[in-house]
């Protein structure tokens, strides 16, 4: 399954970020600090204080995306979009998809 992209949507006013997944199998989410680098860096994120350094992973295998909780204070939750239901991601990685909606503490991230 192919992801084009990764994105930071603000839902009343359009797109304020993106991230391009294109030829990557791994993914760090988190806030940059001076010890830790991360892919997708949401140190500017209005929530950015409930977001750890290096706070989930998105994995390539087997043709899929999968995301995990890097043993964060704050969590991540899932936004299937074929059934609107949202899942707490605990103790293994989760499959996303295109439209999934990554909450990252209060963050929501958008894959497309």
């Known amino acids: 399954m ?4 990764f994105v930071f949507p603000a839902f009343t006013h359009g797109l304020i970020k993106s991230w391009d997944l294109s030829g990557k199998i791994a993914v760090v989410i ?19 204080t409930f977001i750890d350094p290096q706070h989930a ?9 999968y995301i995990e909780d890097l043993g964060s204070q704050n ?4 936004k299937k979009v074929e059934d609107g239901v949202c899942y707490k991601v605990l103790n293994r990685p989760c499959r996303v998809m295109p439209g999934d909606i990554i909450y990252i503490a209060n963050t929501r991230l958008l894959l497309t």
């Open 2 to 5: 192919v992801l084009a992209s």
């Open 57 to 65: 992973a998105l994995n390539f295998c087997q043709n899929f995306w």
């Open 75 to 78: 969590g991540i939750q899932i």
């Open 30 to 48: 988190g806030k940059r600090n001076d010890e830790e680098e991360v892919d997708v860096d949401l140190e500017d994120c209005e929530y950015s």
